[in-house]
């Protein structure tokens, strides 16, 4: 039973630019949600999707969005990247009514 | 809002010894769920434990069991018989029961464990 999936695993972008990344969520789940974990930090909370929908939204600007397809895969796009947005963005799936995620392994994001 | 406050940046525990992790939260609800996760190099995060807010009971699992004091806001974690496969970074963190139940981390312990 495959896990979380996110591609890719490595990224480097330049500032300015624009980037999406990826994720299949395990089996069976149906909500995703996006954390932006920066070097030595928590995972800080991005947004969810459920049911195509953004459900929640953490305190993130506008240059933040998301995606949710009707196969429940998910994705982040990033708009005018700053080098502060370098981090490691962590996608975790569950169901709604679930009390725990599973997550991915992430896709580390360096801004240059 | 939650916060979720580990006040040990570092840990260091010898193999075969006991190690406590430290975690305190700011909840005003009645009703959420508590856990504790480990980050390896790999860097996926693996669920250690969790409790809900409404079991007295600490949870327990293998040789990693919680200290849930629901009054005080805390949720240490206790890790018997440390291994070298415990060395990690470890967060605490709190999911609410309620319509707002994104799960929010703590800042994290990186365990180190001595042969």
């Known amino acids: 039973d495959a896990g979380v999936t996110q591609s890719p695993t490595h990224l480097i972008k330049t500032r300015g630019q624009q980037v999406t990344l990826r994720c299949s969520p395990k089996?069976?789940?149906?909500?995703v949600s996006w954390y932006q974990q920066a070097l030595g930090q928590g995972p800080q909370f991005i947004f969810q999707?459920?049911?195509?929908?953004?459900?929640q939204r953490g305190n993130f600007p506008d240059r933040f969005s998301g995606h949710q397809f009707p196969n429940y895969s998910s994705e982040l796009n990033v708009n005018a990247l700053l080098l502060g947005d370098s981090a490691l963005y962590l996608c975790?799936?569950?169901?709604?009514?679930?009390?725990?995620?599973?997550f991915g392994s992430g896709t580390r994001l360096t801004v240059v | 809002a939650q916060t979720v406050t580990q006040s040990q940046p570092e840990m260091s525990v010898q193999e075969a010894e006991t190690v406590t992790l430290s975690c305190t939260y700011d909840?005003?609800?009645?009703?959420?769920?508590l856990f504790w996760y480990k980050q390896p190099p790999s860097r996926q995060m693996i669920l250690v434990i969790r409790?809900?807010?409404?079991?007295?009971q600490n949870a327990t699992e293998n040789r990693f069991s919680v200290n849930f004091q629901k009054a005080a806001k805390s949720f240490s974690l206790k890790i018997s018989d440390s291994q070298l496969g415990d060395a990690a970074m470890y967060f605490c963190?709190?999911?609410?029961?309620?319509?707002?139940?994104?799960?929010?981390f703590g800042a994290g312990t990186r365990l180190t464990v001595k042969p």
């Open positions: 999707y459920y049911e195509e929908e953004e459900r």
């Open positions: 963190a709190y999911r609410s029961a309620g319509w707002n139940n994104d799960m929010r």
């Open positions: 909840t005003s609800e009645s009703d959420y769920y």
């Open positions: 089996s069976g789940h149906d909500t």
């Open positions: 975790a799936s569950s169901l709604l009514s679930a009390t725990g995620y599973t």
């Open positions: 409790q809900e807010a409404y079991k007295q």
